[in-house]
């Protein structure tokens, strides 16, 4: 009876893993709650554990302001909405939140001496079968692993903004990840109707953010360069390169403390990762976290969500090659370093950032030639971020 219950809940997955019935999400925040109330959409049992009950009241009204979305959209009714709300249990006391959990999803803030803290705390609470996952953006796996008393058991499952909505979680295994647990976080994203995406090495960005962090700061650069304004960049990025936001109006929906933070983080571990514009840092240092502080690189009200003006006419404006070819090169760095295949890249952003046409198709369109003429002026400018990849000037010959 129950099963039948739980086939009828999910609609967005299969039935959930025999081994892992409860789940522990710490952190309630943007992801957090997302990866709380999807896992509860797919039957499973969720505690969402934050260091304030204040925390947990603002992620259960995100929860039931999303849940009452799915179910004006006919997606769910009414009744099934109630009892998704009813599987999720907030909690401030750890060790009541970790108590008999199969798997903790850890989303807390990309910091690693705060990450530190929280698994040597968790590290005394969780039972031996509890496996360790972190929605980590940028942080590597292996290192936050070594933080804790069982990097065999510990993966990294990184999911996409919003997650109720978003199809893609990256899998990517550390240096110790056992196999077996590599094979049930692929099967455990799978039942919460997801799109595993198995990131073969542990670099910095992953796939997507490797593609995405960088984007921000060459708009930033070509907002200052180009004499055009945001919506018209944003336009562009939007009609002719196929995103479904402009990439300001994504980094204020994703957060400038989240941009700025795995900024940090990416580019420390390599410098060929992102060219930094200092206008992040300003954003951030500011507090002008963009959606979720009411200013960012736009402005906005209150409401729970909002989408900024974009249109065709505007985009005819602007031509958007400096950003595209800056997404051309990262893509193709992350295929010649077998990162992932070309296929898994295109479904990566597909799913993870909701482009409607193939990056290498609108490069094709663009003419790989230019791209790779582009980024050799840029590089002789200001250096080698810029140089083009071997694989783009493998097709572009
Ligand atoms: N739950 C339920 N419904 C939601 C929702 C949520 N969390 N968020 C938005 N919606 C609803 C909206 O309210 C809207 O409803 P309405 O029609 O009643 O107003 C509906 O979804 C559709 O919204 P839009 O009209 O804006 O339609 P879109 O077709 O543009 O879809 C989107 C919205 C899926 C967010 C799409 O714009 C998109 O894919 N944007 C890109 C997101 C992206 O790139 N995410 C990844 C960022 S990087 C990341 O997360 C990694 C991290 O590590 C940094």
């Not at 199809?167 to 799978?190: H, M, Q, R, W």
């Not at 957060?255 to 060219?275: C, F, P, Q």
């Not at 070309?342 to 003419?367: N, Q, S, V």
Request: charged share 25%; proline share 4%.
């Amino acid at each position: 009876m129950n099963q039948i219950v739980t086939l009828k809940i999910v609609n967005f997955g299969i039935l959930p893993l025999s081994k892992i019935k409860k789940i522990t999400v710490l952190g309630s925040g943007i992801m957090g709650h997302g990866i709380a109330q999807i896992s509860a959409m797919s039957a499973y049992h969720v505690t969402l554990r934050d260091v304030e009950q204040r925390f947990l009241d603002n992620a259960m009204n995100k929860i039931r302001w999303s849940l009452d979305k799915l179910v004006e959209k006919n997606k769910i009714n009414k009744q099934e909405s109630d009892k998704i709300y009813d599987k999720i249990t907030p909690v401030v006391d750890l060790k009541e939140a970790l108590t008999d959990t199969d798997l903790l999803i850890e989303a807390v803030p990309e910091d690693l001496k705060l990450k530190k803290r929280v698994y040597s705390e968790v590290d005394q609470f969780s039972q031996e079968k509890t496996i360790y996952s972190s929605n980590t953006s940028t942080l590597p796996i292996s290192e936050i692993s070594q933080l804790t008393n069982r990097p065999d058991k510990f993966i990294g499952l990184h999911f996409f903004n919003p997650p109720q909505l978003m199809k893609l979680v990256e899998v990517i295994p550390g240096a110790n990840t056992d196999n077996s647990i590599v094979d049930l976080g692929i099967n455990f994203v799978k039942t919460l109707g997801k799109n595993p995406i198995l990131c073969n090495k542990d670099v910095p960005g992953f796939i997507v953010n490797r593609i995405f962090i960088p984007l921000v700061h060459e708009a930033a650069y070509c907002l200052e360069s180009d004499g055009k304004s945001m919506t018209q960049i944003d336009s562009s990025v939007k009609f002719k390169m196929f995103l479904p936001m402009g990439i300001f109006e994504l980094a204020d929906y994703t957060g400038l403390d989240v941009i700025h933070k795995a900024t940090v983080e990416m580019y420390s571990r390599d410098k060929n990762v992102v060219n930094p514009h200092p206008k992040i840092e300003y954003l951030f240092s500011t507090g002008k976290y963009g959606k979720k502080s009411g200013d960012g690189f736009y402005s906005y009200g209150d409401k729970n969500y909002e989408r900024i003006q974009l249109s065709e006419e505007e985009s005819k404006q602007y031509d958007p090659i400096r950003i595209l070819s800056v997404a051309i090169n990262n893509a193709s760095w992350l295929i010649s370093n077998n990162v992932c295949t070309r296929e898994d890249l295109e479904l990566a952003l597909k799913l993870g950032m909701g482009m409607k046409k193939e990056l290498f198709k609108i490069g094709e369109d663009f003419d790989f030639k230019r791209i790779e003429n582009t980024l050799n002026d840029l590089k002789e400018r200001n250096g080698s971020f810029y140089d083009p990849d071997p694989y783009l000037k493998s097709i572009s010959a």
